[in-house]
């Protein structure tokens, strides 16, 4: 069994994701692969690459659904999915020779590779099905929120940042401090009524996502007046055009 | 948990060295050309990330150009020169010396070019560099070439250049920060790619717009719309014209923009059955005459003419003419395009047409935008406002694939035009060198071809009337893809999907040398894959191949490969100089012009080369002029990059804009400079000039950007470019066909190009409805989309990206399926009056009700691209390819038309018509048909396992961690909303960006 911090972390990084504008794209998916390939947790091993059963290490998933609505019609929803970076993560309490922990200074969870043995408890324990077994290497993997590339002064500051954030083409995803009210990040979630992923586990989530927003869909209030034809005929409107752009 | 093991990792590194070196180049895992920051290790790829200054991608990076690491590692590489040795499509091959490869390909065109040139037909597929591959073929002297344009997008490119002088795709944009209506037609997860994403990012993050998808299925960029249309596939231009016919019964048209801008007010002769019917009426000089509220016929040019656009006016010669705009209004103005009249077949209902049109004339004239910039326009009059109709739209493959797509994307220009919504602040934008002049030039050359002779202009063209057709005496095709004939007279991009059919048919002529480049058209690039094999393989009476020869160039393991005589293996990406060029497709957007480069970055470690070098190196050995200098030797000695850089099309414009002359200070125009490559580097492997806010909008009919567009070569005149809501081109050829003029087409073919040269945007079925009542009857429509994760990423053998996606299923709607019993995972039969394939079912309700759907290039044959046996690719990936047919039924006299738009030759994807069955339980599991596997060119097997970055994890650099910063996706429009977000960048905020520079 593994502690977390004594005292929440008062610095909470995470991630926010914006439901209403992500289109599914993986962008997110693929380029923290790439940059972890060679991060922290190197490598993101694939199995079988080029064949039958091609699998892998992604800390980062995307899945793509639809969720059906009588009065809207229904929508076709894209929902980015890695660690959530909780406040009581069971991944780390279920743990049982501290491999997993939650950082104090930022609230990172992250797994030591030295430590773990493999055993894929805290895979059960995570409701969000957010780790990921390296079968290779016999030790469990997960998303780090790159944390060997927000800090590191080897980088320009523009890539500071995870590498799922700066990537995203659609600009669905921001990073920053949850613990902190008055970040931007924080202040986003507010405005945008951002939420927790399934709060009922009680794992108390740092990632946040914002939810879709009403679509304009030309319903009540949002109705564009209706066109009203100049004449009832063609040849009317032809002719009403005749007598006013004519003097003769 | 209090009382556990207090854990820590001592090792955790926050400052690792990321890597050796980072360069700059160009990505092209997709024909978007973002820029990339590539991070080298040890020679080998650390990271890729999308560049932060680059005008195209702002930084971001899309999944298919963040797998490049995985392009790069490929097993599918080919290696060497290769030689068949087997028969063809057996896959065995011997591996040669370049020296070998490069003597024999020079002794079999040396051959053609010394008897006919056109007996060699080159096409050059997704090439980024046609300006080069184009000019080599002027210079080989065959008319034969063209790239993938034909039976990828020309209709939008011809329908846009004949209509505003420029077009959707990579070639203008939608005003992302100020529109207020954006409607997207036939748009899936693909073109163009990043921009898209980022700007509907930006235009929903800002709340102030509505976003509507017209389109059959809700996925990518449909799921995050306003509101999603599911159309009936291959209507959009009658759902286009019904909004024009609401437009104008209401008056919600912009006059002063019609009159200003368009040809709208010119006179059109109505003299039905006579040589000047439809033609616009002109002087003496050959100027169009307009009408003045008091009856007078005035030239265009003269200054006091304030033309309108309706009445009914008597020439000089007794004829009557009335103003384009009488004409165009009288037909959208038809019950014919009453939204009751057609809401059934659009599969929209009319309430829902009325509303959209009446949503755009509120946005359009409600929300009308004044920008307080003065400009002066063409003529010299001075306006002290920029007026904006923030209306925008953006129309791809959905509208381009089928038989009817020229004129509805003509229809969508229209709709564009009669709203005043073209290059304004808020509508359509121009990227340069757009708006050209329309309709567009040059002419296509190749007329004649004469042995060992240069064409006398290149080889693509847009023809302006039928004396422009490249066809002979009787009115047959010329070329080998009969582009530019009677049966596709604005066939812009030539017809490259109806090259192997026609080479192997001897129709409309024999070739001795067929070559081609990064197209797989021996598999997912063609259509009737089965029989295209086929064509690849024939053999005469005497054993000889139908096709005699075949060069093809790669630089993986395609399934097109195995068919070819003699293979060049190209180079990735990253091992080779590219320029993305003025002359041809480059990255500009409508902020400013801009060009790129592509540098090597990584040696290619195998006997390689790039096919550009080769091309260069193999016009010196045929000694082409322009390749060599007086005494034969290479007047590009250093390759590609001496090319670039050198390279003059005219004096002082070349392949690159940037830093030119001398001294490097020229843009856009200047001598070679032998620094500018170092100079593209410094800057990060691009080039960008910015408009000035004056010249921003308005592009066609502004003095300031049409003189700048004439020193920089885009323009040759700095006069007015006019719209064209009725097109005297069109007109033209429907004259031709009715009996006028010297040229005229042949009979059989007089009805077709009368009835499809419309002046006016028009719409009719697309050809496969005709087979809905055949034989067991074919009620469904079959279209395919991109995966946003995998368009145009040149191969699904990328070890990353099919993890995502390696097999595709039959998505159909739920309620259909249930009728006909099928259910979630069960394998179902796609049958098309062209043939049957198998697949697997899944249901989903967000596509219209008659459509079935699937992924694109999913399926690939066994073998090829180095995958291994079972690869899901091979089997349970599908292509609709086979069911497709590349011919139309024939003809009363047995003639078969390609299947294509009848005015451009599009291939017409997207009107297949099928019906779908269940399959006996017994036929579960395995699709079909099922092609024997292809050999192995060779290749080194792939590995079991990928370790990829194990050894590139970077030491520790005893550098302090820095303080992390918050990044705000679309800061700038979150930051607008009240949230109290700091303006600015990503992590860039303004104050902090502002700090920066003092």
């Known amino acids: 069994m593994t502690s977390l911090p004594k005292e929440p972390p008062k610095k909470k990084l995470g991630l926010v994701i914006d439901l209403d504008i992500c289109v599914g794209c993986h962008a997110c998916a693929v380029n923290c692969k790439e940059w972890n390939s060679g991060g922290h947790s190197a490598p993101m091993t694939d199995t079988d690459p080029y064949g039958a059963d091609p699998t892998g290490v992604w800390f980062n998933r995307i899945h793509s659904f639809e969720v059906e609505n009588e009065e809207t019609g229904g929508r076709t929803v894209n929902f980015p999915k890695s660690c959530l970076h909780c406040d009581d993560a069971p991944c780390v309490t279920v743990c049982p020779t501290g491999a997993s922990y939650k950082r104090e200074e930022d609230g990172i969870v992250l797994v030591n590779a030295d430590h773990c043995i493999g055993c894929k408890l805290c895979s059960w324990a995570c409701p969000y099905g957010a780790r990921e077994y390296d079968e290779d290497a016999g030790v469990m993997k997960k998303c780090t929120l790159c944390v060997d590339k927000i800090y590191n002064p080897n980088l320009p500051e523009e890539s500071r940042v995870p590498a799922c954030v700066s990537t995203c083409p659609v600009g669905a995803r921001s990073f920053g401090d949850l613990g902190d009210p008055d970040s931007d990040v924080s202040r986003l979630v507010a405005s945008r009524g951002g939420y927790d992923l399934m709060p009922e586990q009680e794992c108390r989530p740092t990632n946040k996502y914002l939810p879709p927003r009403p679509k304009k869909q030309g319903g009540e209030g949002q109705t564009a007046p209706e066109l009203m034809p100049v004449s009832d005929s063609s040849a009317g409107v032809i002719a009403r055009w005749v007598d006013r752009f004519l003097s003769a | ?998």
């Open chain 2, 1 to 998: 948990m209090k009382d556990g093991i207090a854990a820590r990792d001592p090792r955790v590194d926050t400052s690792p060295v990321v890597s050796d070196e980072v360069k700059f180049t160009t990505c092209y895992m997709c024909a978007c050309r973002c820029g990339i920051k590539v991070h080298l290790k040890d020679n080998k790829v650390r990271y890729i990330e999308g560049n932060p200054d680059h005008p195209v991608n702002r930084g971001v990076l899309c999944a298919k150009g963040s797998a490049g690491i995985m392009q790069q590692n490929s097993p599918a590489k080919l290696k060497k020169p290769l030689l068949r040795v087997g028969e063809r499509g057996e896959g065995k091959f011997k591996e040669i010396e370049w020296d070998e490869a490069l003597e024999l390909a020079t002794g079999w065109l040396q051959e053609v070019r010394g008897d006919d040139p056109a007996r060699l037909a080159f096409f050059t597929g997704r090439d980024q560099s046609q300006s080069f591959t184009g000019w080599w073929a002027k210079q080989f002297g065959t008319r034969n070439f063209a790239a993938h344009g034909g039976f990828c997008s020309v209709n939008m490119a011809a329908a846009g250049l004949y209509s505003i002088g420029g077009s959707f795709w990579e070639f203008g944009e939608p005003d992302w920060d100020l529109t207020k209506y954006f409607l997207m037609f036939g748009v899936a997860e693909d073109h163009d790619s990043n921009p898209i994403k980022m700007g509907l990012g930006k235009l929903k993050t800002r709340g102030d717009a509505k976003f509507v998808s017209v389109n059959p299925v809700r996925s990518g960029y449909s799921s995050i719309a306003d509101e999603w249309l599911g159309i009936t596939p291959g209507t959009d231009g009658l759902f286009v014209m019904a909004i024009i016919h609401e437009l104008l019964r209401a008056e919600k048209i912009d006059w002063e923009y019609l009159k200003r801008y368009t040809n709208a007010s010119w006179l059109v002769v109505q003299a039905e059955g006579e040589a000047e019917h439809g033609l616009f009426a002109r002087n003496a000089t050959g100027t169009p005459l307009v009408a003045t509220p008091d009856g007078k016929l005035l030239p265009l040019s003269d200054r006091k003419a304030d033309p309108v656009l309706v009445g009914s006016y008597t020439l000089p010669s007794g004829q009557t003419a009335v103003p384009a705009f009488q004409l165009m209004a009288e037909r959208y103005l038809s019950e014919e395009y009453n939204p009751d009249a057609v809401a059934a077949r659009v599969g929209i209902e009319a309430k829902t047409i009325r509303r959209i049109a009446a949503e755009i004339a509120e946005a359009a004239f409600e929300q009308e935008i004044t920008l307080d910039i003065p400009w002066t326009d063409w003529a010299g009059r001075p306006q002290q406002k920029m007026i904006g109709r923030p209306v925008s739209m953006h129309a791809m493959r959905g509208i381009s694939a089928h038989s009817n797509g020229f004129h509805t994307c003509r229809a969508i220009h229209l709709l564009q035009m009669l709203i005043g919504s073209i290059d304004v602040p808020g509508g359509f934008r121009h990227k340069p060198p757009y708006p050209k002049p329309c309709p567009p030039g040059p002419l296509p050359a190749g007329q004649e071809t004469a042995a060992n002779t240069p064409l006398d202009g290149m080889p693509l063209g847009f023809p302006k009337g039928p004396e422009d057709l490249l066809v002979d005496e009787a009115g047959n095709p010329k070329r080998i893809d009969k582009a530019y004939s009677w049966e596709y007279p604005l066939s812009a991009h030539g017809l490259m999907h109806s090259v192997i059919h026609n080479a192997w048919a001897g129709e409309p002529q024999e070739i001795d040398v067929l070559f081609m480049y990064m197209a797989n058209m021996g598999w997912n690039s063609s259509m009737n894959v089965p029989d295209t094999i086929r064509y690849l393989t024939d053999k005469k009476p005497d054993g000889s191949y139908k096709i005699p020869k075949f060069i093809y160039s790669d630089a993986y393991h395609s399934e097109t490969v195995a068919f070819a005589d003699l293979v060049l293996p190209d180079t990735t990406y990253l091992e080779r100089w590219d320029c993305i060029s003025l002359l041809d497709r480059p990255i500009s957007s409508a902020h400013g012009a801009a060009d790129a480069i592509r540098q090597p970055i990584l040696a290619p470690g195998r006997d390689v080369r790039p096919f550009q070098d080769v091309m260069l190196d193999l016009g010196v050995r045929l000694s082409l002029p322009g390749f060599v200098t007086e005494d034969g030797s290479a007047l590009y000695p250093g390759g590609y990059s001496d090319y670039i850089v050198h390279h003059e099309r005219t004096p002082d414009i070349g392949p690159l804009g940037g830093w030119r002359g001398e001294d490097g200070s020229g843009q856009g125009r200047g001598a070679a400079n032998e620094a500018q490559l170092d100079a593209y580097i410094a800057n990060g492997c691009f080039w960008e000039k910015k408009f000035t806010p004056e010249q921003s909008y308005y592009k066609f009919a502004n003095k300031s950007y049409l003189e700048e567009a004439v020193h920089m070569g885009w323009l040759a005149m700095p006069g007015p470019v006019v719209m064209e809501i009725y097109s005297e081109t069109m007109q033209k050829f429907r004259l031709a066909a009715e009996g006028h003029g010297r040229r005229q087409p042949p009979d059989h073919l007089r009805g077709r190009v009368a009835d499809f040269f419309d002046p006016l945007p028009l719409w009719y079925a697309p050809f496969a409805d005709a087979d809905i009542d055949k034989g067991p009857g074919y009620p469904l429509h079959a279209v395919t989309q991109r995966p946003m994760h995998m368009y145009h990423s040149w191969g699904s053998q990328n070890a990353w990206l099919r993890q995502i996606t390696a097999r595709n299923p039959i998505f159909l709607h739920a309620d259909m399926a249930r009728e006909k019993d099928i259910a979630d995972g069960d394998w179902v039969w796609i049958n098309s009056p062209h043939g049957r394939v198998k697949a697997q079912a899944k249901l989903m309700r967000g596509v219209n009700r008659n459509t079935i759907w699937t992924w694109n290039a999913i399926g690939k044959r066994k073998g090829a691209w180095n995958l291994k046996e079972g690869a899901p690719e091979a089997t349970k990936g599908f292509l609709l390819n086979h069911i497709i047919s590349e011919l139309l039924p024939p003809r009363e006299d047995g003639y078969r038309y390609s299947n294509s738009d009848p005015v451009t030759g599009q291939a017409a994807w997207y009107d297949l018509r099928v019906n779908i069955e269940k399959c006996a339980a017994a036929e579960f599991g395995e699709t079909e048909p099922m092609y024997d596997a292809q050999g192995p060119a060779d290749l080194d097997a792939p590995p079991d396992i990928l370790r990829y970055g194990a050894d590139l994890k970077g030491e520790e650099s005893s550098l302090a961690p820095v303080a992390m910063k918050d990044w705000i996706g679309n800061r700038a429009e979150n930051a607008a909303g009240a949230t109290g977000i700091a303006p600015g960048h990503g992590n860039q905020t303004t104050e902090r960006h502002k700090k920066e520079k003092e």
